[in-house]
Every structure is written in C-alpha cells, then in structure tokens.
C-alpha cells in the first residue's frame, strides 16, 4: 500500500503533463511508496492523449474523469481514489523534483498529528527566463514564500500546486468546494476551513516543484478577471476574510501613473538593500500593481452593480490556449 497519493487535476496541457509525470517517474522514494492519482476535467479536450501520457510509467499512475468542471472537482474525485494516507496536492505544470516524494514523507513522519500539514516550494522551471514581473509575482501575488519566517507557514499559503496534509484530516475538512469555489480561491477556501480545526501548515523548502509556464503582464491582465470572480466568491463565503487583491489594487488605482523604473533591478537586488532596494521595489510594485487594477476591479464592480453573486470561472481564461 503506498504511502502517499499524488493528486493531480488536469485540463489541456498535455506536454507539461508527460514533464510531471516524467519527475514522478525519477524520485528519490521507492516507486511502491507512492501514487499518482491524474484526473481529467470533463471538458478535457482530448482524453486519449492523457491517457497515453500517463501509460507504461515506472510509477503508478491511474487516470480518472472528474464529475464536475473545476479544479476543485477534479481534487476530490482524486482524494476519493486515493489509497494512501498522505494526499500531495499539486498541479499539471509544475514538475517535481527528485526528493519530492521523499521530503513531503520525512516531514510527516516528523509531525504526525493529524492536523499538521507540509507546504513545499514552487519555484520557476530553471529552463524559463525569469522576468522582473515573474519576480515580482513572487512576493505576495501568486505566491509568498519570502515572507515565510521559519517552517510556521499559515493556512493562507495552503497551496494546491504543492502541499500535502493528511487524508483523515482532508476528510473532515470536508474536502474542496465544488460549487461556490469550482477554480481560484478553493484551495485558501479549503485552507482557512482547515485552521478552524487547528490546522497547522509548515513549509518544508526542500520539497520542492519546478512550475513550467511562462507569465506576462498580458496573461495575468486576463487572469485578474477570473481572480476578481473568485476573491468576490471567497468574502462572500467569507465575510469576516478582508478582500486581499481587492484592497492591493484599489490602493493604487487613482494614484498618478507610475513609470516603473525600478523593475528591472529588483531581480537583482533585494528590497533590504541599503537605500535602492526599497525604492527600486515600491517602483515595480506600484507600477505592476497598476497595470493589472483597472481589470480586476472592473470585474469586481460589474459583479458588484449586478448584484448578483458571484459564479467564479471553471477555469483559468488566461490558459484557454493550453
């Protein structure tokens, strides 16, 4: 029986699938001691080259349909197969690396408490040329490991492209909102139910994935839309939560235009540099936050003029190229 299930919602991506699925096929951990549990969305363009993808692996890997469009769907049917009492949450274009597996188990083995989860890192595939923007993201907008002070890393930074938790505990959290939360914000959704029931979640920066996509401000003009349907899904859920993107780009909204001369330093040069590191990264902070607010708060007041609640997105419209 292994001892880990590797849960992986899929829709379109079929080339960065087979990367996946290639560094599951080259962990450090034995191939018995874990899973890879691949489930398709139902709108899964072409289920035969998935299932190709997946076949003849060293590793097992079984292939299932979802009941439902939606990340979230997809996450519970494969929680659902699972037969193994750690669950490793993780995505479709991030590629583990040789210890994946391994650093996820020690970490368990470590904190056995039922409540205790392990958050890896995502960093960008060496392959990809970094961009200021892409660094940028990584300092409170995708995702926010820097701000991480030791291994105490909060439930909002559950992740679902790479965190584990036990599968006892996954069950009585009750598993990802289908309905309210089909895509964006399920995984914070999940993360915040979860704390209400003593949830710990520590970063294990060794259990680490390689995220193969590339990302410009025109992707993530499109993404904020979806971000915009999701976070309004979230507060209302969730009114005592405040709006974190809503409150970000609102801020800078009718501030004068920035002209962003710092972005490209701050690849470079950290913000506790002496003097230019702040100022080169309140530059590319505020001028990134403001190319991205008109469209995210756009969406937002649309919903908010309608009335009507939010029906955040199936999936990513940024990715309808995949």
């Given at each position: 029986?292994p001892?880990?299930?590797?849960?992986?919602?899929?829709?379109?991506?079929?080339?960065?699938?087979s990367?996946?699925?290639?560094?599951?096929a080259n962990?450090?951990?034995?191939?018995?001691s874990?899973?890879?549990?691949?489930?398709?969305?139902?709108?899964?363009?072409?289920?035969?080259?998935?299932?190709?993808?997946?076949?003849?692996?060293?590793?097992?890997?079984?292939?299932?349909?979802?009941?439902?469009?939606g990340?979230?769907?997809?996450r519970?049917a494969g929680?659902?197969?699972?037969?193994?009492?750690?669950?490793?949450?993780?995505?479709?274009?991030t590629?583990?690396?040789p210890?994946?597996?391994?650093?996820?188990?020690?970490?368990?083995?470590?904190?056995?408490?039922?409540?205790?989860?392990?958050?890896?890192?995502?960093r960008?595939?060496?392959?990809?040329?970094?961009?200021s923007f892409m660094?940028?993201l990584?300092?409170g907008i995708q995702?926010?490991f820097p701000?991480i002070d030791?291994?105490?890393?909060?439930?909002?930074?559950?992740?679902s492209?790479?965190?584990?938790?036990?599968r006892?505990?996954?069950?009585?959290?009750?598993?990802?909102d289908?309905g309210?939360?089909?895509y964006?914000?399920?995984?914070?959704?999940?993360?915040?139910r979860a704390?209400?029931?003593?949830?710990?979640?520590?970063?294990n920066?060794?259990?680490e994935?390689?995220?193969?996509?590339?990302?410009?401000?025109s992707f993530?003009?499109?993404?904020v839309v979806?971000?915009?349907?999701?976070?309004?899904?979230?507060?209302e859920?969730h009114?005592?939560?405040p709006?974190?993107?809503?409150?970000?780009?609102?801020?800078?909204?009718?501030?004068?235009?920035?002209?962003?001369r710092?972005?490209a330093l701050i690849?470079?040069?950290?913000?506790?540099?002496?003097?230019?590191?702040?100022?080169?990264?309140?530059?590319?902070?505020?001028?990134?936050r403001?190319?991205?607010?008109?469209?995210?708060?756009?969406?937002?007041?649309?919903?908010?003029?309608?009335g009507?609640?939010?029906k955040?997105?199936?999936?990513d419209?940024?990715r309808?190229?995949?």
């Amino acid at each position: 029986m292994p001892e880990v299930s590797v849960v992986i919602p899929t829709l379109g991506s079929h080339d960065r699938l087979s990367r996946v699925i290639d560094g599951y096929a080259n962990q450090d951990a034995s191939a018995e001691s874990f899973e890879v549990i691949v489930v398709m969305d139902v709108a899964e363009p072409d289920p035969e080259r998935v299932r190709a993808v997946a076949a003849d692996r060293s590793c097992g890997v079984r292939v299932l349909t979802g009941p439902l469009p939606g990340a979230s769907a997809n996450r519970n049917a494969g929680i659902e197969a699972a037969t193994a009492p750690i669950l490793l949450l993780t995505d479709n274009d991030t590629i583990p690396t040789p210890q994946l597996i391994s650093e996820h188990l020690r970490w368990h083995q470590r904190y056995p408490q039922p409540e205790v989860g392990v958050l890896g890192h995502v960093r960008w595939a060496s392959e990809i040329r970094v961009t200021s923007f892409m660094h940028w993201l990584d300092h409170g907008i995708q995702f926010d490991f820097p701000s991480i002070d030791g291994t105490e890393a909060g439930w909002g930074r559950f992740y679902s492209s790479n965190s584990s938790v036990k599968r006892a505990f996954a069950d009585q959290v009750g598993g990802f909102d289908e309905g309210t939360l089909p895509y964006g914000y399920e995984d914070l959704d999940f993360g915040y139910r979860a704390s209400k029931l003593g949830f710990r979640l520590l970063y294990n920066r060794r259990a680490e994935v390689e995220h193969l996509r590339e990302m410009d401000l025109s992707f993530w003009r499109e993404r904020v839309v979806r971000l915009a349907h999701a976070e309004r899904a979230f507060v209302e859920k969730h009114p005592e939560i405040p709006a974190y993107f809503f409150g970000k780009f609102s801020e800078v909204a009718n501030l004068p235009p920035a002209r962003g001369r710092g972005r490209a330093l701050i690849r470079w040069i950290p913000r506790s540099f002496p003097w230019l590191g702040e100022r080169a990264w309140n530059s590319a902070d505020l001028y990134y936050r403001q190319a991205l607010a008109p469209g995210f708060l756009d969406a937002w007041r649309a919903l908010e003029s309608s009335g009507q609640a939010a029906k955040p997105y199936l999936r990513d419209p940024a990715r309808s190229g995949d």
